[in-house]
């Protein structure tokens, strides 16, 4: 493997660990407040990000020593790489994601309310489901990824109309900006205190792991 750069691809880190579990969530950044009347208020106080965790399978002591090193890596400054779910990893109705593996996807619109888009470049009559992923690539080369709040059919043309996705969408983001389906990632950092070196057992590096968040 060539020097690390970071942002660090999906390749060269996070699909090189031995993930035996792990957890990917969107995070909620709000408060709230009792009014004398009862009300409950609540408010944002930031950006919805994303976060994981991430537990490696048992590994052998030589094997531990290489992922440990590569870890400790990203244990300093402001080394983030591309981060996903390594248990879903593609439509629901296209599990391998071998049905739109050909296709280059793009934004359609982005509606002015920055809570729906819409795609093309789909294979015809392509479904996305509620729950699916995507991760969208702006000019600037920052990585946006959405979760699906509704289920949407591409027309014959590989367009599909405007659906709703959480978090809201990034004012950066464009018409033709390039989408991911299938490994759809975010940029993510180690949260700092979070690795985990588990313990040893019978010539084994057991439980170890780490926590991540999104960085945008």
Known sequence: MAVLTFPTAHADFFGLLDHLAGDMWLAEY???????????????????????????????????????????????GQRTFHASDPFAMAPASDPAGSAVAASVVLLDTVNADKRRLALKGLPANYVLTRGDRLSVTDSGGGVHLHEMVETVTANGAGTTTEFELTPFTQTTLASNDAVTLVRPSCLALIVPGSFRRGRLAGGFRVGAGFDWIESL
Request: aromatic share 8%; net charge neutral.
């Open 30 to 76: 709000r408060e709230h407040s009792e009014t004398g009347g009862g009300a409950i208020l609540t408010a944002d106080y930031g950006p919805r990000l994303w976060r994981g965790s991430v537990q490696l399978k048992p590994q052998r002591l030589p094997d531990w020593a290489e992922t440990q090193a590569l870890i400790g890596a990203f244990l300093q």
